[in-house]
């Protein structure tokens, strides 16, 4: 990916924001295990690290350390059994690391990365990433999802200034991280609808052209899905780069839209109910590949009605209170005084119909193509797939929309007197 040019391309753009990204080098070739050294010190990264890893990225990046030493850096390392949750704990503990070193190189994906993310900008730190397995969208983002009191909260914080990448890695990586990134692209059909229905509703900010780059991200995504389980090198470099350009998107919005719409909340609330349970939540891309299928299903019916009438919505918040729990109900209810439909005119809703339709016929679709491609990548489609019971399941597509502040489709079906339930299980 041509960094120089995409940032041309954001110059100047229509939606009078301007777009900018921290992201310096994006280097995702073969054989760069041996060039980290080499990359790094050429994008001026300062020789003082503290590498963060956990087992299992460490073995796949063996060799890494001393092609560090040798090319100059002083190495400081915090290794981890098996890094799959990001917490805050996490955070708290590198603050106090970084307080030795310069920066923080991230040998990893996912939740490793989210850690040093946060960390980093709490501390003024410099930040960089060696990617190890394609499994998420998130390495160029700029927010950090991480788990707190057993709440998902997304922190607003700052890119990597380098993202390295060794495509003999990455095509080498468990078939289950390739196609978790494979799930997390397939998000974005839903997150653009959302995007434009919160921006009819609601007048939320959108940005035509970044919604390209994600459509192109996502055309790119789906012409490799036969290859996503696949050893291929060409294909993985590609696959990598469209997660990349998906979290630069975040970036130049200043907010997750291009990324994330309600699958991604369905899924941080089954996440963070499995967490208090004692649970692995299983691998974010998963999670999120078979909520964008529900979630489809059920954007598709709604779009099949020919017209509705909205009015004010009347929640029993004890039994979303119930439904969230001791633990996590103080936070959801931060998030919902006032609920963010308390700025929605229902009429607004009734009058511009036929537009919210268009959107989700535009942007989604078919739950039968979608199911054609996650064949053909290989991917996750079933709740039992990720261990997520019907119980789970249904409450995460009822109560998942008051986990954030922020409108999306789902949040609007109770002033449309929907059922979600009832649009999802009945054909």
Wanted: charged share 25%.
């Amino acid at each position: 990916m041509d960094l120089v040019a995409l940032k041309k391309s954001v110059q100047n753009c229509p939606c009078g924001k301007e777009h900018r990204f921290d992201l310096k080098a994006l280097e995702v070739d073969s054989g760069n295990l041996n060039r980290v050294g080499e990359i790094l010190s050429a994008n001026g990264f300062p020789k003082r690290i503290l590498v963060v890893a956990d087992n299992n990225s460490l073995r796949v990046s063996n060799g890494i350390i001393e092609n560090l030493i040798d090319s100059g850096f002083t190495v400081e390392m915090r290794v981890y059994d098996d890094m799959k949750e990001a917490r805050m704990e996490e955070v708290d503990e590198l603050r106090i690391l970084l307080r030795r070193v310069d920066g923080i190189l991230s040998v990893g994906s996912g939740s490793c990365n989210d850690i040093c993310r946060y960390s980093t900008f709490l501390e003024n730190k410099a930040f960089a990433i060696f990617a190890t397995a394609p499994s998420m969208d998130g390495f160029a983002s700029d927010g950090a999802p991480i788990l707190k009191n057993g709440f998902k909260i997304s922190y607003q914080c700052h890119q990597p200034s380098i993202i390295i990448a060794d495509t003999k890695i990455l095509a080498k990586a468990p078939k289950v991280l390739k196609q978790a990134g494979f799930g997390d692209m397939m998000a974005k059909f839903i997150a653009m609808a959302d995007w434009r229905i919160a921006n009819i509703v609601h007048g939320d900010y959108i940005c035509p052209k970044v919604m390209e780059l994600v459509r192109r991200a996502l055309s790119e995504i789906v012409e490799l899905a036969p290859y996503v389980s696949c050893d291929d090198e060409r294909a993985v470099k590609a696959i990598m780069e469209s997660l990349v350009l998906s979290g630069l998107c975040m970036q130049f919005t200043n907010t997750s839209r291009p990324a994330s719409g309600a699958e991604h909340v369905v899924s941080h609330f089954w996440e963070c109910k499995k967490i208090e349970r004692g649970e692995f939540a299983d691998y974010h891309g998963k999670k999120v590949g078979v909520s964008t299928l529900m979630i489809a299903k059920i954007y598709h019916k709604v779009a099949d009605m020919e017209n509705v009438v909205a009015r004010k919505e009347n929640l029993d918040w004890d039994k979303i209170k119930e439904a969230y729990g001791p633990a996590l109900t103080p936070e959801m209810m931060s998030l919902n005084t006032p609920t963010i439909t308390e700025e929605i005119d229902p009429s607004v809703i009734t009058e511009n119909w036929q537009e919210i339709r268009r959107a989700i016929k535009e942007e989604i679709p078919s739950v039968t193509e979608l199911e054609r491609l996650y064949a053909l990548a290989g991917a996750t489609t079933s709740i039992y797939d990720i261990k997520v019971d019907k119980k789970l399941c249904d409450d995460g597509l009822v109560y998942h929309p008051f986990m954030r502040k922020r409108v999306n489709l789902t949040r609007l079906l109770p002033m449309l007197g929907l059922d979600i339930l009832d649009l999802y299980y009945n054909d």
